[in-house]
């Protein structure tokens, strides 16, 4: 899916020293990318839970939080509380933002071989879409 750096960074090797701001490994940076996506997805979860209860979403919303503990080493993600969503919020706009953040999850997921989390995205997009109307999902 992306193509490997060939060459090393000329940013490190600038006037023969090594810099001291730290270097994380590329499964380090997709490790963030991946718990960003995830809690972005946990966050409109737990919005789809305020304006519309089920068991499914209480489930999901626990699977997401337990993914991103994983992937940030125990810390657990801020959850808003289920009161928090006000004023008129459509319930499509909503399960549309939780496909497009389910399909980035994804993407990384995979690109990172995150079996789990890979699983848990592909669940989520599928839940999202069947809320949908497919002429609403297309058009988006």
Known sequence: MYEPIRAKSV????????????????????DIQLAGHLAALLTVTDELRALAPSADLDT??????????????????????LTAVTGRTSLA?????AHALAGRALVVAASRADTAAAIL????????????????????
Do not use: N
Request: no cysteine; aromatic share 2%; proline share 6%.
């Open 11 to 30: 940013h490190s090797t600038m006037a023969g020293t090594t810099s001291d701001f730290p270097h994380r490994s590329r499964e380090e940076e997709l």
């Open 60 to 81: 999901a919303a626990d699977r997401l939080a337990d993914q991103v503990t994983r992937l940030r080493a125990g810390r657990t993600p801020a959850r808003a509380p």
């Open 93 to 97: 706009s909503v399960h549309r933002r």
């Open 121 to 140: 995205s592909a669940e989520r997009m599928d839940a999202h879409a069947a809320a949908l109307e497919p002429r609403e999902l297309a058009s988006h």
